[in-house]
């Protein structure tokens, strides 16, 4: 469960103060958010958490449900990241880091802040990309491709290429499970990041606020679901403020 954990700060932290947990979209992994590191000040240190059947836990076979996901991401974070956290999700991983945040309030304040990118509130109908669930290989890859998210490293090999439409179907499946359960609200500050171009408006997004008797705060980047790279590669250093000031 340890090897879930992966430390993606290229350079030694000692003095790291909070550490910055990412969880992926669909399909992915926690590889898009290694080149942040450079971008963080050492006071922040940065992980991600790789959900089964991929990266260090290639072997390990896909939670058959969302509450096992979630179970599983919380339990990688608690057995190896040092707290206190500011947990990032991007697309499925905002509903990840949104109920990681709930199973870790009963460990105390140890989430500052919950980052949530490209994804509608919890309460509403999951993700559009669930619409593919049956969809034929080439259609899922055509929309990995069209919105962004495919690795590159795996359209110019079968093997990746076909392994990367797996990962991204069985993510799929597992987000086909997800329902909304009112609970307890999180405490701590809320961030909702968008993309300008996104299918989502602000009006889809404003419900967030529901999900936390803190403070919500929204901020909306250049290009679409994945924004634009650049916007993508500084993302870490447009949201620094969100880390350093987290709270309890």
């Known amino acids: 469960m340890s090897r879930a954990a992966l430390r993606l700060s290229t350079v030694p932290t000692p003095d790291a103060t909070i550490r910055l947990v990412c969880f992926a979209f669909a399909g992915g992994g926690v590889m898009p958010f290694r080149r942040w590191s450079g971008v ?3 006071r922040t240190e940065l992980w991600g958490v790789s959900y089964p059947g991929r990266e260090a836990v290639f072997g390990f076979s896909e939670p058959r449900d969302w509450e096992g996901l979630v ?3 919380a339990e990688a974070v608690l057995s190896r990241i040092p707290p206190p956290y500011v947990l990032f999700g991007h697309s499925m991983g905002a509903l990840v880091a949104h109920d990681v945040a709930r199973l870790l309030a009963h460990e105390g304040p140890t989430v500052r802040r919950v980052i949530v990118s490209g994804h509608r509130p919890p309460q509403r109908r999951p993700h559009h990309s669930l619409a593919l669930l049956d969809a034929e290989d ?3 890859l ?3 491709i ?3 998210g495919a690795p590159v490293q795996a359209l110019s090999h079968p093997d990746l290429r076909a392994l990367a439409v797996e990962l991204f179907r069985q993510d799929l499946r597992t987000l086909s499970t997800y329902r909304h359960r009112d609970g307890p609200l999180l405490t701590c500050d809320l961030h ?3 993309g300008q171009d996104e299918l989502m408006t602000e009006a889809d997004l404003a419900d967030w606020a529901e999900a936390t008797s ?3 705060t929204f901020q909306v980047l250049p290009g679409g679901h994945f924004y634009t790279p650049d916007a993508w590669d500084g993302l870490p250093g447009l949201l620094q403020g969100r880390v350093e000031g987290a709270e309890c």
């Open 146 to 148: 069209d919105m962004g």
């Open 138 to 140: 080439t259609d899922l």
């Open 40 to 42: 963080l000040d050492d």
């Open 192 to 194: 909702v990041v968008r």
């Open 214 to 216: 803190g403070r919500t």
């Open 71 to 73: 179970r599983w991401s």
């Open 142 to 144: 055509a929309w990995m």
